[in-house]
């Protein structure tokens, strides 16, 4: 299982997005300060937990039998007591995962924008210019994602991005995430760009 591939976290349909353009607010210093809590899951900002999921939910909620889902799966949703000027709802996000040759986790904070049903023109390069990176080169309409941190070894990698995603449902999804992967044997967390 790849890194890509074990997140499991920020999956949703690319439908097609129609609607009206807003601008979500950017508060370049609040940005910073919650990606200076990635390494660390964001457990300053998180506020009481408000849902679990195991891998039992999970393959109840897929229809599935249980023994073809992780038995490693956890997801836990905490809630935000201060959100992002603007957002309609913010949370924390952690989801971690198993296989025999790796455990993979990922933790994001998420802030929803549900009036914004099209993908800013210059989100791409304001996120950029606030965090002193490049812009994401492979940036299209519908999502954006431009890597604040990484390292990797022949243990795992670690990994913070902000990211930017347009849903038909749910509008602009605003987050910083933090990536996981600690392998459990040579080559367990595979390439984390796949």
Known sequence: MSGRAASLLLLSLSLPVVGLAAEPPLDCARLKAVVAEAPDNFKRLSGTRVQQETAQDLAARLGVPASPVDPDHVRKVYAVSTPWH??????????????????????????????????PADLNA??????GKAPDADADGVSLAITVDAVES????????????VHALEGLRLSVVQ????????????????
Do not use: I
């Open 86 to 119: 603007g957002a309609d709802h913010c949370e924390v996000v952690d989801a971690s995962s198993g296989d025999a040759v790796a455990a993979y986790g990922e933790t994001a904070f998420v802030c929803r924008y549900n009036q914004v049903q099209v993908m």
């Open 154 to 165: 022949g243990e795992g990698y670690a990994g913070t991005q902000v990211t930017a995603h």
């Open 126 to 131: 304001r996120l950029a210019r606030c965090l």
């Open 179 to 194: 990536s996981r992967c600690l392998a459990k044997r040579q080559g367990g967390c595979g390439d984390p760009d796949e």
